[in-house]
């Protein structure tokens, strides 16, 4: 008998799978979709195989909601406080825990970080310090969800799809922006 979930990922495959390779300052990044309606399914940071994409997604296509995306995550590159489109966000391939855990991590504030563990004490499983690992490791949503504020529990800055190197530059940039933010923002 298949699930609502497995009937969702059916018609996802039937629907027109789209991609938009766009630059940032950080190399060239893209965003997955189906456009209609318009739902992201992942976003590629810069150490990505884009060369892949075309391969796997078909041609790259063009949806305002996906330029207002790529719009929104340079903005951020550029140390700019950004909105996030959730509602954009298709998470149905991810566990309802996964999502809890994702959901916690989308609200570190700016500027901060967590440890795994602090995330895991959120929601109330204290002893799921790896599965809240895990689950950040599978963010599809990269930047959006800013897996990159979670940290380990000594202070290390631990993974990240990006690279060590892209996490500590994202976290250095919120730093430096964060003090120049009104409380309240």
């Not at 497995?6 to 799978?17: E, F, G, M």
């Not at 965003?31 to 209609?36: F, G, P, S, T």
Request: aromatic content about 8%.
């Amino acid at each position: 008998m298949r699930t609502r979930n497995d009937w969702r990922h059916i018609l996802l495959t039937l629907t027109y799978k789209r991609h938009l390779i766009f630059s940032t300052t950080f190399g060239d990044m893209a965003i997955l979709y189906q456009d209609n309606p318009f739902l992201m399914t992942e976003i590629l940071l810069p150490r990505a195989d884009l060369g892949e994409i075309a391969h796997k997604w078909g041609k790259e296509g063009y949806h305002p909601n996906a330029d207002l995306v790529a719009e929104v995550i340079c903005d951020y590159l550029n140390g700019k406080i950004i909105g996030v489109p959730y509602e954009w966000m298709d998470m149905s391939r991810l566990t309802a825990l996964q999502q809890q855990v994702l959901m916690r991590v989308a609200h570190i504030p700016y500027g901060q970080t967590r440890s795994y563990k602090a995330i895991a004490e959120e929601i109330g499983r204290p002893n799921a310090c790896r599965f809240v690992g895990s689950s950040v490791a599978k963010n599809p949503f990269p930047l959006l969800i800013p897996c990159h504020r979670v940290i380990r529990s000594d202070g290390g800055i631990g993974q990240f799809g990006g690279g060590t190197e892209m996490k500590q530059q994202l976290l250095d940039l919120e730093s430096r922006k964060a003090v120049s933010v009104p409380a309240g923002k």
